[in-house]
């Protein structure tokens, strides 16, 4: 599992730089095509998604870096928040031709310790079957199938 948090290094995205990538862009990329599964926690932000984290997923478009790449999202606010961030979502994952999950783990700041690490047992369970579900997805692939495509 590789931790990446390249949101704040990646120029705005522009499709007249694709013939001479931006070397954060190339290395983000190369992260994504690299990867058997991606797990992407997405906050909602003013009912949709965060710029920074589009911008992002705009710069895998030309290089096809998830296509058809098993990705879970992980929506970790309180319940009933987070659909228009899911709704918006959808749409770009369907021009990225993902293979999406869908999952609502929600963590209050109250199961956290003063570091930010989660406290609750039961929620780092939750959180474990996630990622589970996401490698058996990935290793469902491994065996030539094409992943059936949901939206």
């Known amino acids: 599992m590789h931790l990446v948090d390249a949101l704040e290094s990646l120029p705005h995205f522009n499709p007249d730089l694709e013939a001479s990538l931006p070397e954060p862009v190339e290395r983000f990329r190369t992260t994504c095509t690299e990867a ?4 992407l926690a997405v906050p ?7 710029g920074a984290f589009k911008n992002a997923l705009d710069w895998t478009v030309g290089s096809c870096a998830l296509y058809r790449k ?5 929506n970790v606010a309180p319940p009933g ?3 228009h961030v899911q709704r918006s979502l959808e749409l770009v994952f369907t021009a990225l031709s993902c293979d999406v999950s869908w999952h609502h783990v929600p963590i209050h700041r109250s199961l956290l310790a003063d570091s930010g690490d989660i406290r609750d047992e039961r929620t780092i369970s939750q959180l474990a079957r996630v990622v589970e ?6 290793h469902d692939r491994s ?6 495509l949901s939206a």
């Open 81 to 83: 928040r987070g659909a």
């Open 70 to 74: 098993p990705v879970a999202v992980l």
């Open 133 to 138: 579900a996401l490698a058996a997805r990935r």
């Open 143 to 148: 065996d030539g199938a094409e992943p059936a």
């Open 44 to 50: 909602e932000y003013a009912f949709g998604i965060p």
């Open 36 to 39: 058997d599964a991606v797990l």
